[in-house]
C-alpha cells in the first residue's frame, strides 16, 4: 500500500469565462517565482506550463 498518493492538478480559461483575461492573468501568476515558492514552501510540487 502506498505511503503517498499524488494529485494533479489542471488550470485552464474556458471559453465561455466571464473574465478572461483575469483568468490569463491568474494563471500566469500561477507559474511565476513567488507562486513557485509558496507551493514548495507548502509541500506541493511547483506549477509546470
Not at 16 to 33: I, V
Amino acid at each position: 500500500e502506498p505511503l503517498q498518493s499524488i494529485t494533479r492538478y489542471a488550470a485552464g480559461v474556458p471559453v465561455n469565462a466571464q473574465h478572461p483575461e483575469a483568468a490569463r492573468r491568474l494563471l500566469t501568476y500561477l507559474q511565476s517565482g513567488e507562486a513557485q515558492a509558496v507551493a514548495r514552501a507548502t509541500g506541493l510540487d511547483p506549477v509546470s506550463p
